[in-house]
């Protein structure tokens, strides 16, 4: 494995690990709290994100080479899933992030191997030209017993393969914009994070979400997060304190958004890899963030 694709997995987990420091997040894990989440901690979902080092090498070498998702970059993934499991007992810490993020790890080396310029464009385009066939027919797949296959059997929504055969509108059309706009207006990376989160839940068909409770759980999200932004998102007065009451709301009912983490997660790494995100002067930070 290249330097470059060590430095890869880095960005990759470093991109985990600040998904997972951001707060106030719906119902999901960070290091205030466990969220709605009574299987799994912050330092568990670290030790987790940090096993992922050496298997995101891997899939960035793959994804360099250009190899085939069935038969190199799958069963990469799906080793990287035994790992994860075995540091955290069996516990489902980052399933779906190994398949997103992995799957960017993949696209962003491909893009620097073929001497372009790294884009959000170029990756989306790179990673439809590479894999666009394979994710389709991933994605219409019976997966048996998973949780998505049954969330699509009980309400007919799609959750990560559909979601990945479509080059991940979430992440390109949805993510990164929400992220670059936040920057733009000043917002420090954990106000834009939590910002694009918002944007992400209010968009986005979350299986995680549908599996624990239906449709209408579904609903009750999406219309949370788009009320939340409705207010001014996290460019408005007091958006710290709403989104930490949101976020108990949210334990009450037992729900979280974990797929809308996961393309956080693919956001940051996009954004940072494509030289997005600066950091802010510390007036800019201390102005717009709130307490953390
Ligand atoms: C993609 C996998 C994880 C899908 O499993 P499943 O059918 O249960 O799909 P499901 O939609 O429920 O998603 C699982 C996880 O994805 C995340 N997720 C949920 N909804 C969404 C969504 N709309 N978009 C993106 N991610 C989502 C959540 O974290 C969830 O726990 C699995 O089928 C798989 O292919 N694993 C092998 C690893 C692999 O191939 N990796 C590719 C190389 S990187
Ligand atoms: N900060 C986070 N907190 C919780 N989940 C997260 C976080 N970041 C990413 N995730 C994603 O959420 C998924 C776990 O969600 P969840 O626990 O709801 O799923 P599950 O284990 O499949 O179902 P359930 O817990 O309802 O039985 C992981 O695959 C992971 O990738």
Known sequence: MSPED???ARAAVAAMRDELRAYPKPGLVSPVDTGAHDDMDFDLMCRSADSLLQP??????????????????????IEAERGMLAVTGGVNTHRGAIFSVGLMVAALARTQALGLEVTPIAVREVLQDTWGASLQAHATR??????????????GRDG??????????????????AYRAARQ??????????????????????TTVLY???LEAGSFVRQAAAG????????????FEKAQALHRNFVERNLSAGGCADLLACTLLVSRSCGESQPQPASARSRLSGPR
């Open 212 to 214: 624990r409770g239906g």
């Open 6 to 8: 060590q430095a890869l």
């Open 185 to 206: 207006a000043g917002l420090d990376d954990n106000a834009a994070s939590i910002d694009t989160l918002f944007t992400l839940m209010a968009a986005v068909d979350d």
């Open 228 to 239: 939340f932004l409705a207010d001014g998102g996290c460019r408005g007065n007091g958006w």
């Open 142 to 155: 019976d997966g048996a017993t998973s949780h998505g296959a049954e969330v699509r059997r009980r309400t």
């Open 56 to 77: 995101f090498a891997a899939l960035a070498a793959a994804g360099r080479a250009a190899e085939r998702f069935e038969h190199a970059l799958m069963p990469l993934g």
């Open 160 to 177: 990560a393969r559909r979601e990945a055969a479509l080059a991940f509108p979430s992440v390109f059309e949805t993510g990164i914009p």
